[in-house]
Nanobody, 111 residues
Framework: QVQLVESGGGLVQPGGSLRLSCAAS?????VGWYRQAPGRQREWVAAIDRDFSTSYADSVKGRFTISRDNAKNTVYLQMNGLKPEDTAVYYC????????WGQGTQVTVSS
């Protein structure tokens, strides 16, 4: 059974940090993170390939870092220098003869 489970979200003050985790099971390969703010479309945040190469949206470049632990079948998103505009539900995306999404984890950046 394919499953993606995100964790690590929460409430943080501007300038703070969070680390999100996405654990996969059922043979799905995690390809990246997306986010969706209220009233807005889901947008791509970061991607990581099988060779560990990474790419980032301009809005998070230099602040967020995506990484993978193959032994744990888990992908992480380290978020530093958080801004109020980073507030959103964060989703990880996986592929396995189709596209799969986790349930999302809420990140709120507010003082």
């Amino acid at each position: 059974q394919v499953q993606l489970v995100e964790s690590g979200g929460g409430l943080v003050q501007p300038g703070g940090s969070l680390r999100l985790s996405c654990a996969a099971s059922g043979g799905v390969f995690i390809v990246g993170w997306y986010r969706q703010a209220p009233g807005r479309q889901r947008e791509w945040v970061a991607a990581i390939d099988r060779d560990f190469s990474t790419s980032y949206a301009d809005s998070v470049k230099g602040r967020f870092t995506i990484s993978r632990d193959n032994a744990k079948n888990t992908v992480y998103l380290q978020m530093n220098g958080l801004k109020p505009e980073d507030t959103a539900v964060y989703y990880c995306k996986g592929i396995n003869y189709g596209t799969y999404w986790g349930q999302g984890t809420q990140v709120t950046v507010s003082s």
